[in-house]
């Protein structure tokens, strides 16, 4: 039994449409497996996203005290930068016209007080 030329094209045909469905079909398992793995990794990624949410507002917490002890240690700093400065213009420059004449004095003392502690460790 010979074939047609129209038997064997729509053989031919048939074959390409069986072939055509299979692959389909398996695509759209495959593509259903997939959307379901992905659901589950954005369900995962939406606990972690939560995760860095809580993580997100303790790490700004502790930088809003950061900043506030950043900026207390600033005005520390000032103050005692200050301090040098108060004592070299208030304190010494008004004593410092007396040192000439305290100088002469405390040496006179120290020698006095050295002398007294030969004589003790002498007898």
């Not at 398992?29 to 990794?41: D, G, I, N, P, V």
């Amino acid at each position: 039994m010979l074939l047609t030329m129209n038997q064997v094209l729509l053989i031919v045909l048939t074959l390409a449409a069986v072939v055509v469905a299979t692959v389909l079909v398996i695509f759209l398992f495959q593509l259903r497996r997939t959307a379901a793995e992905a659901e589950k990794a954005l369900g995962r990624a939406q606990e972690l996203m939560e995760g860095f949410k809580e993580t997100e507002a303790r790490l700004n917490t502790n930088l809003d005290a950061l900043g506030e002890t950043v900026n207390h240690t600033k005005k520390a700093l000032s103050v005692v930068s200050q301090l040098p400065l108060f004592f070299s213009s208030r304190a010494s420059r008004p004593s410092s016209r007396y040192w000439p004449l305290l100088i002469p004095f405390l040496s006179y003392g120290w020698q006095l007080i050295k002398k007294i502690k030969e004589k003790k460790d002498g007898k």
